[in-house]
């Protein structure tokens, strides 16, 4: 069973940065896709960035775009997502998560997930 675990999450204020990290209990597989979702309170969990394990391309919501990097570390089977120029609409627990094959901005077809991270934007 692969697990996933999530850090990096706190309370920062709007404009600020934070990096998160997820460190995969499995090595990561070139066939393999690595997502960032994210879930705020009384919504739907929703795709937040991925990152394809074979040709690193990578993959953004529009609302993320431009502030948010994600990337792969193979040696230490970890997955970051850099956070800059936060806002207080970002405030959520992040999840990281993996699925077989290509991307894809549907949580349904990702297969593990972490127990999530809170990151909190004060205005």
């Known amino acids: 069973q692969v697990q996933l675990e999530e850090s990096g999450g706190g309370l920062v204020q709007a404009g600020g940065s934070l990096k998160l990290s997820c460190v995969s209990s499995?090595?990561?597989?070139?066939?393999?896709?690595m997502g960032w979702f994210r879930q705020a309170p009384g919504k739907e969990r929703e795709f937040v960035a991925a990152i394809n394990w074979n040709d690193r391309s990578t993959y953004y919501a529009d609302s993320v775009k431009g502030r948010f990097t994600i990337s792969g570390d193979n040696a230490k089977n970890t997955v970051n997502l850099q956070m800059n120029s936060l806002k207080p609409e970002d405030t959520a627990v992040y999840y990281c998560?993996?699925?077989?094959?290509?991307?894809?901005?549907?949580?349904?077809?990702?297969?593990?997930w972490g127990q999530g991270t809170q990151v909190t934007v004060s205005s």
């Open positions: 998560a993996r699925k077989s094959g290509t991307n894809s901005y549907n949580s349904r077809q990702y297969d593990y």
């Open positions: 499995e090595r990561t597989f070139s066939w393999y896709t």
